[in-house]
């Protein structure tokens, strides 16, 4: 954990993070319950958010597990009702539950269109939406999940650039109607992160790897503690006047380099 933030910076708080058996979400989790704070985690797998709970209890910290669909408002709801009475009222939301795969449109259905603006936009409405009866208000925290595509047209991620520009708009018109009530509304981009499986699918080989990372400033994949601890920020009073903001946690991958490393020569 950075420097930067107190030993327990988060004491006393409940976090309910959606998505999290496993990668960015999962590593969010455990990074604030580390900080001291009390973990409720959703995802549709009993079985996978059961052994995902268990990785922070394991640890010595509070945590619960349930299974739930961010698809379907009122299985959202049942699972923070359960929580809220097992832990308290929630003081940060993250909501992380993400679907993606690479298809041209003119190879992909409807029906996967859906699947992905289902699970990645719709998901995050329902998770934003139900969480606010249970919030600690004011104060709370809300952090959504985008990503770059959310603003840069990429080949064969139609269903994804149009899902997650829908969760970049979504984040600035809750802080806007939210805003009153102290309840501040933010996203986090990641760009590229290391062993997850987003990664795992977009860049299955070496070739692949190397060439995508070539086109990120810092030239290396970022890690999921980056996004913890953009995450853990945000949800802290050092972040009290920041709402209705995109965090890109990127590397600069969204700056663009055309030139890639074939224009080292003139970095020396």
């Not at 993400?98 to 409405?125: E, H, Q, R, W």
């Not at 009153?180 to 499986?197: H, L, M, Q």
């Not at 996004?227 to 991958?253: M, R």
Request: with cysteine.
């Amino acid at each position: 954990m950075a420097d930067v933030f107190k030993e327990k910076a988060l004491a006393g708080k409940v976090a309910f993070v959606a998505g999290a058996s496993s990668g960015i979400n999962l590593g969010i989790a455990q990074h604030f319950a580390r900080a001291g704070a009390r973990i409720a985690l959703i995802s549709r797998s009993h079985e996978k958010i059961t052994a995902a709970a268990k990785t922070i209890s394991d640890e010595g910290f509070e945590a619960i597990g349930m299974a739930a669909d961010v698809r379907d408002f009122n299985s959202v709801d049942q699972a923070m009702a359960a929580a809220q009475t097992q832990i308290g009222n929630f003081d940060i939301v993250i909501s992380g539950a993400a679907g993606n795969f690479v298809a041209p449109a003119l190879g992909m259905s409807s029906n996967g269109f859906k699947t992905v603006v289902d699970i990645d936009l719709i998901g995050t409405f329902n998770v934003l939406r139900a969480s606010f009866q249970y919030l600690n208000r004011p104060g709370a925290s809300l952090i959504s999940i985008t990503a770059p595509q959310a603003v840069n047209p990429s080949l064969f991620q139609a269903h994804v650039c149009a899902a997650k520009a829908g969760i970049n708009m979504l984040t600035k018109c809750l802080a806007m109607e939210w805003g009153p009530a102290g309840v501040r509304v933010n996203a986090i981009s990641p760009g590229p992160i290391a062993d997850t499986e987003g990664m795992a699918r977009l860049a299955p080989t070496p070739e692949m790897e190397k060439a995508i990372k070539s086109r990120i400033a810092m030239r290396d994949y970022g890690t999921k503690t980056d996004i913890a601890d953009t995450a853990l920020f945000l949800s802290t009073d050092n972040a009290k006047y920041i709402t209705g903001t995109i965090v890109d946690c990127d590397g600069g991958s969204k700056l663009g380099d055309a030139g890639g490393d074939a224009l080292g020569e003139f970095r020396k």
